[in-house]
């Protein structure tokens, strides 16, 4: 358990050298976007899906305690202590209010606009401050539509990373048997896995980065673009990344094939670049990211594979 | 495919018999809530998710269009076809405005303030009519967040729902594979699914029923309510109505043995109570709703058992 004080640094996205010329200009720095939040305790679990929340926390710079005790859910799960509703499942967050939320994309998807990623038009749905209020007209109702559709978008793609957890791999009768039990189903649905299931989702991401014609994309998914939605960090980036990361520490042999395709760089080109933005730069150099291992991203040379 | 009129029934939430006292009184006639949808596109699928999205367009009354063509993928996933950013997988609807957003939990989110779907405060997140407007004042900032907040609550109990699909008992090793060719691990996966998963499902989603204070529930989980937030039909509650309906299907005698326990009372109540809403029963009378079989649940005889 650990409080970290709050960083000063901004969150103006670092511009890649590969990114196309329209997106090239440095974007004005950005204050901090806290949301509210001076500190927040953060029911995380085992390295799993709450490095998701984590990352959008490091990102805003919002200090938070990890709540890890050893059986999470008697407290989640519990009305008496946790109020209403109780929660199914870390990871778990508490809002500025005390009302903690759970499920990954629901904390993400909550907290996007506070944070300053759920793009350019979600973001500013979250509630500012009366002198950047007085600074900027409120939303018309036109625009506050696009903006909910930006943030669903947003939203929608932190989604389809989430469904790809490679968890089955190695738990598909049960979680609550151990990997040694259920090595053989492991072995079948790994292969199926490398086979079919990681192309499919690297080519789906190309296609949506390649797309974005706000870094050049095209409707034939032709561009070199890195960010899924605008030209701006959000959480879609910042789950993608955190994917990528997990499926090349469990997968490593069969990345590498994939990677070295060359069909899916504008991916990889994305894992590179957040690895660089403010707040997930000096995360990842801090030592406070817990390592892959036991976690849901598991890494079995037996399950692992060319192709 | 078809397109069925505009219904003009009324969506007050019938009242059962068995709700505390304090929310026996008839709530207020509501208006219809279409959320400016005249009518809109679904891409559905085979029978699974996509009915969760259908359930909120039946309560609603909006009229729909299913898009079932045989190769769902080519258009859904294609960027000249479906514009930016392309997607994933069904189910998928049109906005308003013509973008079209997709996975069920976020299609949900977004339309379930418009539909009246996301409580009582978080639906007044909606954008409403310049006359609706005159009559109620603006959300002040406060009760905007604690909107937020209730409308992200729905969102992560509709999440919770998801989790629980049966999809993997029956496809276990890779969905690409027909059943027949995963049987012994079908039959290993299906038994935890049934001796672990599902009480502990049933149990989570009893105590979020009988602690909801406004069914007069306790921090104790001793109330019997029938509604997982406030006292109003939520998309929470259509998708737990669902995947009770579809473990009924698949797994007729272990929930039979689950429903005789009288552990689950509310939740089956639940399951109950939806049936008979407004726009729910007349969608189920209708002969519209796709019968379970070849979806997301599935009964093999050989995966079920008492316990």
């Known amino acids: 358990m650990f409080v970290r004080s709050l960083r000063s640094v901004t969150h103006a996205p670092r511009i890649s050298r590969n990114l196309s010329s329209h997106t090239k200009m440095s974007p004005p ?3 901090q976007k806290t949301g509210g939040y001076s500190s927040t305790t953060c029911w995380g679990g085992i390295p799993g899906r709450g490095e998701f929340v984590r990352l959008a926390l490091e990102y805003a710079g919002v200090p938070y305690t ?5 059986n999470i859910l008697s407290t989640l799960g519990n009305p008496a202590k946790i109020g209403i509703p109780p ?7 508490q809002l500025p209010s005390g009302h903690v939320l759970s499920q990954t994309s629901n904390i993400l998807n909550h907290i996007a606009p506070r944070f300053g990623l759920a793009g350019e038009l979600g973001s500013r749905l979250a509630e500012r401050s009366e002198e950047e209020e007085a600074e900027e007209k409120p939303l018309t109702k036109e625009e506050r539509e696009r903006a909910e559709e930006e943030r669903s978008t947003v939203n929608q793609l932190v989604l389809i990373t989430l469904d790809l957890t490679a968890h089955d791999t190695h738990h598909p009768i049960s979680s609550s048997l151990y990997y040694e039990d259920q090595k053989p189903e492991a072995a079948r649905r790994a292969a199926a896995f490398r086979a079919e299931r990681i192309p499919r989702f690297l080519s789906y991401f190309q296609c ?3 797309s974005n014609p706000a870094t050049g994309g095209t409707t034939k998914c032709k561009g070199k673009g890195m960010f899924l939605v605008g030209a701006r960090t959000t959480t879609a980036d910042l789950a993608l990344f955190h994917v990528v990361d997990g499926l090349l520490y469990a997968f490593p042999r069969r990345m590498k094939t994939l990677r070295e395709s060359g069909e899916y760089d504008s991916v990889f080109g994305l894992h590179e670049r957040v690895q660089g933005e403010n707040g997930i730069k000096e995360y990842l150099a801090s030592g406070r990211r817990q390592p892959f291992g036991m976690g849901l991203y598991r890494h079995y040379a037996e399950l692992d594979g060319e192709e």
Chains 1, 2 share one sequence.
Not at 87 to 93: E, G, V
């Open 29 to 31: 720095e950005k204050k």
């Open 66 to 70: 990890e709540n890890n005790e050893n």
């Open 87 to 93: 929660h199914f499942a870390p990871p778990a967050l």
């Open 208 to 210: 949506v980065l390649a």
